[in-house]
């Protein structure tokens, strides 16, 4: 739309992953000289965290792009899987067909695959994004994978890309034999206001920029309410340029980033996270009541069941048995997942 309005050759704010718009701040960096340390040095575990938009998937493409060939990748993007279904996704990556074998069968292709690799003097990597989504035992499962090794390296390398709810879960005491094999962690934290100014300036340079079109004022405007994080500051920055445009103007003022913002209903990103934080609150509260209003109901069921036995006899106190331990579960459940978080 308003590409050459302003004299560009590209959207400079997309929100899709682009390694060509990459903007290697100092944690990405190092996040990424993590990721090839383990490659390298052949190394077990990685795991790299940060917040949602903050470029660890672009990273990951950037990564892959630098590889050696010499390097056997798969690559993992879709994690709502159940331990086979990993496995099956695992070797498909890698060329095979699993999708008739059992899951003994399947751990064995892949330790053969592995074993083949290393002799063949390649190098196998997995790769899994978005893996705060990973259940428990997928977990355990990758773990078991990891431990083909040499008496002096390992044979896979696994890197674990994800939010910080990965770094909660790994932490975990029954996740501690898959702890212990991690080498490496780092958060990738957002960019901070100097660097989010040279971001927007690299990402319109790469799309042909000429101009100035947002001052440092309006960058720190937009660091305000972004946080810094790369994706928010793209969605901002895009919104910006277009009420710029539909308003016929060169720059993006005070008044437009003001328009860009209201059209988005965003607070200041501060704010924002208090909101949340708030409702997290609200959230563990309501659960605390629930779990109490199903004691309470499960104590209410015993004094019923007192009663009802002299009217109904065995069948309705069977009945009241059986649902008092179903709710007993619930509030087992709850109290489990209130526990872990």
Not at 20 to 45: P, Q, T, V, W
């Amino acid at each position: 739309m308003y590409i050459d309005y302003f004299g560009l050759t590209d959207y400079p704010f997309r929100i899709t992953p682009d390694t060509d718009y990459l903007y290697m701040s100092a944690a990405h960096s190092r996040a990424k000289a993590y990721m090839e340390y383990a490659i390298f040095n052949r190394e077990g575990f990685v795991v790299i965290t940060g917040e949602i938009g903050s470029g660890k998937t672009t990273l990951i493409k950037k990564l892959l792009i630098e590889l050696d060939k010499d390097v056997l990748v798969a690559k993992i993007f879709q994690t709502q899987l159940d331990e086979v279904e990993l496995l099956q996704a695992i070797l498909v990556e890698f060329g095979l067909n699993p999708f008739s074998a059992k899951k003994v069968e399947l751990i064995n292709m892949i330790n053969q695959f592995l074993v083949n690799s290393y002799l063949d003097g390649k190098q196998v990597l997995l790769i899994i994004d978005d893996a705060q989504n990973l259940s428990k035992r997928v977990l355990e499962e990758i773990t078991m994978l990891s431990s083909v090794e040499t008496q002096k390296e390992k044979i896979l390398h696994v890197i674990l890309v994800g939010q910080p709810e990965l770094n909660h879960k790994l932490e975990s005491p029954d996740m501690e034999q898959l702890l212990q094999r991690v080498s490496l962690r780092y958060h990738v934290r957002a960019l901070t206001a100097e660097e989010t100014i040279e971001y927007i300036k690299h990402r319109l340079n790469v799309a042909g920029m000429k101009t100035i079109v947002f001052s440092n004022e309006i960058c720190k405007t937009i660091y305000d309410y972004t946080g810094g994080i790369p994706r928010l500051i793209n969605t901002l920055c895009d919104t910006a340029l277009t009420c710029s445009y539909a308003d016929g103007l060169k720059i993006v003022d005070k008044a437009e980033m003001e328009t860009a913002i209201d059209e988005l209903q965003w607070n200041k990103f501060e704010d924002r996270k208090k909101i949340q934080a708030e409702n997290e609150d609200f959230s563990r509260q309501s659960l605390y009541s629930d779990n109490a209003d199903i004691k309470s109901t499960m104590e209410n069921l015993t004094e019923s069941k007192e009663v009802t036995q002299g009217v109904y006899g065995s069948i309705a106190s069977r009945a009241l048995v059986e649902i008092s331990k179903q709710l007993r579960r619930i509030a087992d459940t709850m109290e489990a997942n209130n526990t872990s978080k």
